[in-house]
């Protein structure tokens, strides 16, 4: 049986010269409290500080870089107890779910998933032999016992991963009531929301019609109007920002497109839309308009703007159709950004008061459209290796093509974009590893004092985190 | 003169904590038999055992990957011997043409070429001196005099190369003479099969019409309606499995795209594309809906499906006149996965029975679109880095930027893809060397322990392979 | 403070044994002339041997790569002295400028900018202290006192930095009036030009109808025809071969498209063009149509045909309209070679009289499409990486992705293409570090013999550039 150990140096070049700068970076940031300005933890958890369930509800079935490489190699969502849209029978033992993760753990090596659950067997749970299916039931027991005790509520794990502040994300019909709950309970965690008003600004949203309606009603706008609908968001965005503390905005369209049509266009766009007889394009159009109408908003409530294209959700039609959205099967696609974001750009992308965030699964835009504009535009920064991405090699390939054009300054630090809450500090650290060993290696090869290298791992891993949210 | 020697630690990173990690993988996985269960050696080869030819005509003149960098550079194509299509003369003297190439050697500092063959000359010539005008003639003796050799015959080489299978590629109207001959006549060498449609298949196909005419005849099918045509493939399959021994299936389209037809659509399409006066788009989507045809026979039959898109054929079209295809004037092209496989993967994508191995030689698609389509569709694998990427960088690119989202468990091992049988050992050792040096810096970054390492490499070399095409 | 200091073993690998080889192969070349076959410094320097101006307009106003990361982080233009279209004011004080550029030092790390801008302070000014807001006065002072100082005039610093040949870039309206002086003043430096015809040949150029007239009135052709606009180009490049020493042309198109239309079709579309009212695709297809006859009269008059496509020049609306064009807004986008240049290649392309370098600011096309399309075609060369690709990193890349496919003979040396004179030493040395380490690793890892990567780099530096260029 082998055993699981992480090693002090993990993650750092093997040179044993830029190994030690590597460390030296390290050993000053790796105590920096966690932000986690981006994220999807179900702010409930904070708020009822219930008791996790069992080892397979927690780790296995609402997780779907799990469950994918799972199902990719043959094993059925059914046993692995990921329920059925038609609410038909799944695995229902939680140890029987474990075991057949246990014996396919194999599968996850060389993947940023292994790095993961490794840090939380080893540092949540204290397990010293790599997982198999000969311990299969000895890690069931021991997580099984752990997550009955206090220490392992999520408000003791919250304080225990030294996070200063986390970034939830709601709807935009969303009340906000965990959050209310939350600042009401004298807790001093701090846990804020994030404004994510697709399912009522994506025409192809399930539900459109009815979101946009509830939207109107929350807002009391009278949303049949294209002004009473932006005052809609409007509106909500301040409950976003006064309920829940929320500093940002999120948007995961399919494209980066933008758009700046004159206001009766766009009233004339509405109509459409709201018709519920959109085409394709028109739909398009919409959400990209509505880039440049949040855009415009965030420059008059200061609010960040974070936009999340690129995506073919939900690829698998069979999937969908049994378990639903948000089952592994999205992919991304070749995504523009040059042409797409030109109108939103046009209009207010000098404007230094507004602070967008890119974020990409099409790492070839990096270096080619990403760096360069945000390299130049006051506006842009460069949000961190997303999904996909958020790997050691991913993270590599993001600096070395990133930082020549943008610099360190045009990024954002980390984001950890998980609901997988025990895992985010082994994200966060895999990030602070990547970055000394990036940083060491241009002090390695004299490309810049390892003074200076200190100031940068520092403002990667907070200030600039702090800034580009304003947290 | 510089000496020619195979350093034993070629291709390993310098560093040598590493370097003795990927030494101690390789060791152990160095002998294993090799498997080449994608290539486009001739069958006759194996069949009659004659000798081969001269240097010229062994080594330069069918090698487009030898021939091509020599015509960059300004060496006219007939003064390598490369016949012309009107049978015009070309350069006759196989000395001569040894001569040209040895004299722009230089030209492949750097290439894979010049691995494969450095590795030739001392390993199968017991040649010691780097190629170069000056020792040109003492090479064209010594290569000369061995191949008059019994020990240079095709089956004396297959045997001491350690080839435990290895699979040939034959045109659906092709009687596999060959393989019914090697198969009487007792040699226990094992040469199958690989049924690749696309004469009988691709209607953009010299002499289409007359193929599907000519697979009807063979399959005693009637190929004037869509279902008997259907039946005639399904026919030939059958026959390449029992006579060729055939595991797999074999697809070359200038696009991954797959197409999802009524019967009724799919019919008229047909008569379309029989009637020989299709537009390229019906061209194209009849390729398509013929992918998704394949895809389901193979569930039916069990044989794997290869996909190679993305390829401008002959692109020269000076060259394309005077010396016809496959002259080394094959460019690749962007290639979308995404949205081109929808069709086929939503109908038959989810069933574990289907076995589809997607190759690419637009690297870009690697991380972006097939490491997440692999990491979870349970019927796609990756294949191996392709032709222009089948070399050091290329694979360690495609090592670094699948693994992370697909594992290593959803790639299938090495294929040679060549018809260079002289280098076939040297192209797998590149492959092994180039895995075990991506384990080692995992290992020596303390990202996966050792004892893991050596399974996967293990696994890289053999066992995927054999799983992957049923040998 | 901490100490400027340019280390001897900069940008060379860290491993020892690899960076010892790297030295070595360095310390042959280091002191070899420069060759800059492609720039944008300005004849007139050469020509009248002014003194510079102050540290502000010679480094920071003009430089766009300074300029942009400023802006980028919300320093307006105007406050680092860049002149407004409308003759607004602007911060005239040099010293202010000089200020705010140093208190925004640090957002140059890891940048090429910062490399070769310490470079110019350490080895032109001979300065010893990285550059930061608490001695931006003596920098200032410093390099205000060097540039009243004989040695810092153009021609003895063009002497000092040993360059044997540059080459400038005119317009092709452009009476060279500044190289027919150097050249009558017995001045010994070769400053060439370069003839780039963009004003006259895209029809989107502003003021192209006048350019066009103009060109026929300097070259004494009636450019009321095609046949005799051709021949104003023609007459224009014997003039520039002339009067300038020009050996080669460049072109700089949004795309790399070419065309071969029939002489009917190329008058129809000339005429369009002509008339001030052709459509955007009648534009594009003009300068794709140039492009091929451009090439054919490269094959007549022998001289080298540069492509520097895919750039979305002056992106952001509000600085063009402020500032006007160069000014960091430029934005390189996705870039198709392998069907763009089909046309051009079909009809010219296997001529080896035909010497064409390829430019892409899209990385993804070296390994696809560039390196596969010059490893072929006999009249193509890649030129080295561009603009924001030319840097350490960058640099990598290129050979990493480009070598195994086109091998270093199909590639030209480097071009530092840039108007910030007193880095050109910087640049070409940095190209020079990082082509030693790339064949260091190659050294290292047994892949290249020594003595071949000796003949390589000094290729590299040298032979191929003198040979692609005709120097």
Redesign the interface.
């Known amino acids: 049986m082998?055993?699981l150990a992480?090693?002090p140096?993990?993650?750092?070049?093997?040179?044993p010269?830029?190994r030690a700068i590597a460390r030296r970076l390290y050993e000053r940031i790796a105590g920096l409290p966690i932000l986690s300005p981006h994220g999807h933890t179900d702010p409930a958890w904070f708020d009822r500080n219930e008791l996790f369930g069992n080892p397979a509800s927690l780790l296995i079935i609402p997780d779907h870089y799990v469950f994918?490489?799972l199902?990719?190699?043959?094993v059925p969502l059914e046993e692995l107890g990921v329920p059925r849209v038609d609410g038909g029978s799944t695995e229902a033992d939680p140890r029987a779910i474990w075991r057949r993760f246990a014996s396919h753990y194999?599968?996850?090596?060389?993947?940023?998933s292994r790095?993961w659950l490794d840090w939380v067997f080893v540092e949540i749970f204290g397990l010293d032999e790599?997982l198999s299916a000969a311990n299969a039931d000895t890690y069931y027991d021991a997580i099984e016992a752990a997550l009955k005790q206090e220490a392992f509520r999520p408000r003791a794990l919250f304080e225990r991963f030294n996070i200063e502040a986390i970034a939830t994300t709601e709807g935009p019909l969303d009340p906000l009531d965990h959050h209310r709950a939350i600042r009401a309970s004298g807790w001093q965690g701090k846990v804020i929301t994030t404004y994510r008003p697709d399912p009522a600004l994506d025409p192809e949203f399930e539900g459109f019609q009815q979101n946009v309606e509830r939207l109107g009603e929350l807002a009391r706008e009278d949303v049949s109007s294209w002004k009473g609908y932006l005052r809609a968001h409007e509106n909500r965005r301040a409950y976003f920002r006064e309920v829940g503390g929320a500093t940002a905005t999120d948007h995961g369209h399919p494209s980066a497109a933008t758009a700046d049509l004159s206001e009766a266009e766009a009233e004339r766009l509405y109509a459409r839309v709201r018709s519920g007889s959109c085409t394709a394009a028109e739909a398009e159009l919409f959400r990209a308009q509505m880039l440049t109408e949040m855009a415009r908003m965030s420059i008059e409530d200061g609010m960040t703007l974070q936009i999340h294209p690129g995506v073919?959700r939900n690829?698998?039609?069979?999937?969908m159709a049994q378990f639903g959205r948000d089952k592994?099967?999205?992919?991304?696609?070749?995504t523009?950004f040059?042409?797409a974001l030109?109108p939103l750009?046009?209009r207010y992308?000098?404007d230094?008061r507004l602070n967008i965030i890119l974020f990409t699964?099409?790492?070839?835009s990096y270096?080619?459209?990403l760096?360069?504009?945000?390299?130049?535009?006051?506006s842009?920064r460069l949000g961190p290796p997303w999904w996909?991405?958020d790997?050691?090699?991913?993270m590599r390939r993001f600096r070395?093509?990133v930082?020549?054009?943008?610099?360190?300054?045009?990024t954002v630090g980390f984001n950890d974009d998980t609901r997988a809450f025990l895992s985010i500090p082994a994200r966060h650290d895999v990030a602070r590893r990547m970055d000394c060993a990036f940083l060491a290696?241009?002090v390695?090869?004299?490309?810049?004092?390892e003074?200076?290298a200190h100031?940068?791992a520092q403002a990667l891993t907070y200030e600039l985190v702090k800034q580009a949210y304003k947290l």
């Open positions: 082998t055993k992480l090693h140096d993990r993650l750092f070049p093997a040179d010269s830029t994918r490489m199902y990719s190699q043959g194999h599968l996850f090596r060389g993947t940023p790095m790599v073919h690829h698998n039609a069979t999937v592994g099967a999205d992919i991304p696609m070749a523009d040059v042409g030109h750009l046009s992308g000098s230094p699964l099409d790492e070839d270096a080619r459209e760096a360069p504009l945000a390299g130049h535009y006051p842009l996909f991405n790997s050691p090699e991913g070395e093509r930082t020549e054009t943008a610099g360190f300054y045009n290696r241009l390695a090869e004299h490309r810049l004092p003074d200076e100031e940068v």
